[in-house]
């Protein structure tokens, strides 16, 4: 199970800045809902905020990979926001986070669930590939770059 299979351009935003991490996560959810009609966005945004309140998904070197269950969702969905200008988000490394990787998932999902999230953070482990996201203007350079297979990554 790879993350790329579950990206799409029409999850991906671009955004100047934002005011808090609620709002991001707001963002996010709104963004979840309008892929799929039948996704609620105040139930993703209050799962993803009851996450947060176990501890801060903020990962360091500018990204965070928000993620939640949800009960009654078929679908593994996926949303990104890339912000111009970082927001406080309790990242380890304590600096500002301006790329946000949102996961959600079914609730029975657990296997799904850890499966791309130690894929994406493997994928993100990759300093190529943080540099592109960060110099990426818009959201069709930033799926390319992110559906791309993984050999053509510089190491």
């Known amino acids: 199970m790879q993350i790329k299979d579950f990206i799409s351009e029409q999850g991906i935003i671009f955004s100047p800045s934002v005011s808090s991490k609620k709002r991001a996560l707001e963002i996010l959810s709104e963004t979840v809902a309008h892929q799929d009609t039948s996704v609620n966005k105040n139930k993703v945004l209050d799962a993803l905020l009851a996450r947060e309140k176990l501890g801060s998904t903020g990962l360091g070197n500018g990204i965070a990979i928000p993620h939640c269950r ?27 986070v301006n790329f946000l990787f949102c996961l959600i998932v079914p609730q029975d999902a657990d296997e799904d669930h850890l499966q791309l999230l130690a894929s994406l953070a493997e994928l993100l482990d990759n300093e190529q590939l943080r540099k592109s996201i ?22």
Request: no cysteine; proline share 2%.
């Open 134 to 155: 960060q110099e990426s203007n818009n959201a069709t350079e930033l799926y390319q770059i992110l559906t791309q297979d993984p050999e053509h990554l510089a190491a």
């Open 70 to 96: 949800l009960e009654d969702l078929d679908n593994i969905f996926v949303s990104i926001l890339k912000l111009e200008e970082g927001v406080d988000f309790e990242a380890s490394d304590e600096h500002a």
